[in-house]
């Protein structure tokens, strides 16, 4: 259940941004768990919206690495039944450490109990943190536990946000994979183009990424999902500018391999899987259609092999 309202009360929360949802969020949800078994109440999740990046850097480009319906979604698929979605504005950002828990985390969302990541910093010029968190939560009758960043092999640092998000601008949806636990994918509507796909043989879907990362431009094996359902479909997407087709902005293109269909306002899920190349451009179309032939059989050759 995803609540603007606050309405449920007694509920023990993870509080953070949670983008992406990655493994050591999911770390931090089990805790919220067993914290919630504990007081035998509700578990949940308070976020914040917009992100507090957003609202403090409003012309930073693209950075999320998931849409808030999507990041939502994921937090209840941990097993976690509230999430809370917390407007961040001035009044929010101005708050003193001891008026945020009392006003918003007593008051306001009425909690029992409250996980943070360690080094999470809250209140007005990040004055608060675990220290200070464990204080305000014990005279306010909050139960409050901090959970120690986890590491990874691959990456041989603290899993976090910005390391999937430098993971994806350098293509390496395979490191994604691994940070998140799952396949790093995309949501989004899909939108009337040039039809120029079409006409060569390769029909796509195009979908703005609006607010979410750009990963690097070139060439993606992704799995698809149209309008939520059940399984999975083969496809091969590209993101980019279409330097061929002349300078464009920024444009997920997916073809879904053997099908046949009208995918115009359809919702598509996108699974990104593995870089195949770099964007490029060509001397015409018929060299771009020779080249996106050779990339269908390299996306369907990578799926198979999953």
Not at 216 to 230: F, Q
Request: neutral net charge; contains cysteine; charged residues 25%.
């Amino acid at each position: 259940m995803v609540i603007g309202g606050y309405e449920p009360k007694g509920v023990v929360a993870a509080l953070g941004n949670f983008d992406g949802v990655h493994i050591g969020h999911q770390k931090l949800f089990e805790c919220v768990k067993d914290l919630a078994a504990e007081h035998g109440a509700p578990s949940g999740a308070v976020v914040f919206d917009p992100h507090p990046r957003r609202f403090f850097r409003p012309d930073d480009p693209p950075f999320l690495l998931s849409q808030p319906d999507d990041r939502d979604c994921f937090i209840r698929e941990c097993g976690l039944v509230h999430v809370f979605r917390l407007g961040f504005n001035r009044e929010l950002a101005s708050m003193s450490p001891e008026a945020f828990v009392q006003d918003v985390l007593k008051q306001r969302l009425g909690l029992a109990g409250v996980v943070t990541g360690d080094e999470f910093r809250f209140g007005a010029g990040r004055a608060g943190d675990s220290d200070v968190l464990t204080k305000l939560c014990r005279q306010s009758g909050i139960s409050y536990r901090a959970v120690t960043p986890i590491t990874a092999e691959m990456v041989d640092e603290k899993i976090g946000s910005s390391g999937v998000r430098d993971a994806l601008k350098r293509g390496d949806v395979k490191a994604a994979c691994q940070m998140l636990a799952r396949p790093w994918q995309v949501t989004g509507q899909v939108e009337v183009g040039q039809r120029i796909g079409r006409t060569i043989g390769f029909p796509t879907a195009n979908i703005r990424l609006g607010d979410v990362i750009h990963p690097r431009n070139g060439v993606y094996a992704v799995r698809v999902k149209i309008d939520g359902e059940a399984q999975y479909r083969q496809g091969v997407a590209n993101f980019g500018r279409k330097p061929t087709l002349g300078d464009h902005a920024p444009l997920l293109e997916t073809h879904i391999l053997d099908f046949d269909g009208d995918l115009y306002d359809r919702r598509l899920e996108i699974a990104f899987i593995d870089f195949l190349r770099d964007e490029r451009k060509f001397d015409g179309l018929d060299s771009l259609k020779a080249q996106i032939t050779n990339d269908r059989d390299a996306a369907r050759q990578v799926l198979v092999e999953l």
